[in-house]
């Protein structure tokens, strides 16, 4: 008698346990105060670098990318609880990927000499093709661009509205980063230029999980098909994403090759953003031919995307060598 009145009572305290959960769960989210937390929780990437620092007599080239993987599953274990919970895994990337961004800023004013040494450890020994002024330039644009699309991500997956747009120029823009800044590092390798650390590797989820978002986005919803719209609508909304890939295409391929070269700036990375915005171009045009009027705008936010970081990268490079 005594054990069934027990587990009555450990039945009940354990439903009473997922109704608070529940009750929990549907209080409203204070969409401010949550994104200070999670600025909060970027800007302990300052305190967490220097931190590794201390560490240098103790880390080399090989398990300097260890505590890395470590303080990133750190930091989406920390998002994960103090942070409203989703569902959705984009949202624990996007606070992860927010948090690298000022892992970037700090890496970019090294770069540059505004922290003189605080930051060098990483540069040397995990990924020295950052400690260039294409480098710098990538770490800024991650520290500003980048860091601002993954606010507005996040908020966007808080308050449960779409995102795919702004998502998929945020593909569009980190896809051309990590193609040119690992094609350069590798091509570089070849050449000498710089040595090839194993922290490379750290940039494979930021390769293949945007890519993975891309093919989602453009092929995950077959089925779903939006209402019927007049001829002259579908004409002008398949028209602009080819206005759009033509404009992207004359900045990759003929803007910024002219940029760089008038301001002496030509290196090993300018030449891998040719290559890489020609291959854009080539598959996007392929892709275009039989777009959807859905899928030809969603095309236009990646191409802009990615055009605006070769533009940009490019502008950085030269200004700040």
């Known amino acids: 008698m005594s054990s ?3 587990k009555t009572s450990r039945n009940e305290a354990f439903k009473e346990k997922e109704k608070s959960k529940e009750l929990k769960k549907d209080e409203p989210i204070s969409i401010s105060s949550t994104l200070l937390k999670l600025v909060l929780l970027d800007f302990s990437a300052i305190p967490i670098l ?7 007599p103790y880390l080399n080239a090989y398990t300097i ?8 599953m750190g930091v989406v274990w920390v998002g994960s609880q103090i942070l409203p919970t989703r569902r959705n895994p984009w949202y624990y990337f996007f606070i992860l990927c927010s948090f690298t961004c000022i892992v970037d800023l700090a890496l970019a004013l090294e770069t540059i000499g505004l922290s003189h040494g605080a930051f060098d450890l990483w540069l040397n020994i995990a990924e020295p093709y950052l400690d260039t002024t294409w480098g710098a330039g990538v770490n800024l644009i991650d520290a500003t661009v980048h860091y601002s699309l993954y606010i507005f991500l996040i908020k966007r997956i808080l308050e449960e509205k779409n995102y795919d747009l702004l998502g998929l120029f945020w593909c ?18 070849q050449l000498e230029e710089h040595e090839l650390k194993a922290g490379i590797v ?17 092929f ?4 779903a098909q939006g209402p019927q719209q007049p001829r002259p609508f579908i004409l002008m909304a398949r028209l602009f994403p080819l206005v759009s890939l033509l404009i992207g295409g004359a900045i990759d391929l003929l803007a910024v090759p002219m940029f760089t070269a008038h301001m002496e700036c030509t290196s090993i990375f300018t030449r891998t953003q040719y290559y890489v915005g020609l291959g854009f171009a080539i598959i996007l045009i392929n892709f275009q031919l039989d777009a959807s009027v859905e899928k030809g705008k969603k095309m236009t936010y990646f191409i802009a995307g990615q055009a605006l970081h070769a533009l940009l990268s490019s502008v950085l490079h030269c200004a700040v060598l």
């Open 4 to 6: 069934r009145k027990a």
């Open 50 to 56: 220097a931190a590794v620092q201390r560490l240098s």
């Open 65 to 72: 990318p260890m505590v890395g993987i470590l303080v990133c």
């Open 172 to 189: 569009g823009s980190i896809l051309n980063s990590m193609f040119v800044l690992l094609g350069s590092a590798i091509w570089g390798n």
């Open 202 to 218: 750290l940039n494979i989820p930021y390769v293949f999980l945007p890519l993975l978002f891309f093919m989602e986005q453009m």
């Open 220 to 223: 995950g919803n077959q089925e």
